[in-house]
């Protein structure tokens, strides 16, 4: 039987504060040895996931901001794949808005609603850094975003005032681990299912783990066969996970990810 282990980065298989991920080094050496496939699920861009998959050994598809694009290795996958683009290496799949579009949209649903809110483009260097501790050249590479805007609202507000005002105008809001996300009308889940029908062509039977730890990852878990919520760093839940949607591993980010990989998946495969 086959195993793909989709797995959002930051907060799950990256902490949270150092981005480091040495408490998650066992499990992940483990799934790569035996060729199980490792599928980063994110809303970081396709420059940042491509930097982290060099470092974390990784050389599959992956999904990027939040589902609204996709990467695949050139020849990873058998035959042709509907909606495909070449691109250097690869083939690329896109089902967000550009990102132009998106932040029009932002500022349009700020007014509407009477938001104060701080959008990704429009911050500095220096504000990146301070809400994320990005620098060099993996900040330069968190903002070369394609089709979804992180954005931080000042005061407090009605989130699903604006999620409703996203979905008037066929858009998508989530909170991850650090922002708000506006983008186009897709999501993790989508990316996830549309992968999957990939892999099952390819090798049939396949089990699906997913791993998250933010509302962002709901469409993740609805759409694996195993979906684990880590803790964050203070040792709570996401809320916006309700509890019958994903399994709880005690234990936050890379540690995690873990006891989520070898509690339930390693058993099953060795």
């Given at each position: 039987m086959t195993f793909v282990v989709f797995t959002d980065?930051?907060?799950t298989l990256?902490?949270?504060?150092?981005?480091?991920?040495?408490m998650a080094l066992p499990a992940l050496d483990m799934l790569l040895r035996r060729n199980v496939p490792v599928v980063p699920v994110t809303s970081k861009t396709s420059d940042e996931v491509r930097w982290w998959m060099g470092?974390?050994?990784?050389?599959?598809?992956?999904?990027?901001?939040?589902?609204?694009?996709?990467i695949i290795p050139e020849g990873y996958f058998p035959g042709k794949i509907k909606g495909a683009s070449g691109q250097k290496g690869g083939l690329r799949i896109s089902t967000g808005r550009e990102i132009g579009d998106v932040r029009n949209a932002l500022r349009n649903i700020a007014v509407e609603l009477g938001l104060s809110i701080r959008a990704y483009g429009d911050m500095s260097s220096d504000e990146i850094t301070a809400a994320t501790g990005l620098q060099g050249k993996e900040l330069e590479n968190s903002k070369r975003r394609e089709f979804d805007e992180p954005f931080l609202v000042n005061g407090d507000y009605d989130h699903d005032d604006f999620v409703n005002a996203a979905a008037a105008r066929?858009?998508?809001a989530v909170r991850g681990g650090r922002f708000h996300h506006l983008?186009?009308?897709c999501d993790k889940g989508k990316a996830v299912r549309f992968l999957m029908d990939l892999f099952r062509r390819k090798d049939g039977n396949v089990i699906s783990i997913g791993i998250g730890d933010s509302?962002?990852?709901?469409?993740?878990?609805q759409s694996v066969d195993r979906p684990f919520?880590?803790?964050?760093?203070?040792?709570?839940?996401?809320?916006?996970?309700?509890e019958d949607e994903a399994e709880r591993v005690a234990g936050p980010g890379p540690a995690g990810w873990r006891m989520a990989v070898e509690g339930f998946v390693s058993n099953a495969i060795n």
């Open positions: 980065l930051d907060g990256l902490d949270h504060r150092t981005y480091g991920f040495r470092i974390l050994g990784l050389k599959g598809p992956f999904a990027y901001e939040n589902g609204s694009g996709i066929g858009m998508t983008l186009g009308d509302e962002n990852d709901m469409g993740l878990f919520l880590v803790q964050r760093p203070d040792g709570t839940y996401s809320s916006g996970i309700p």
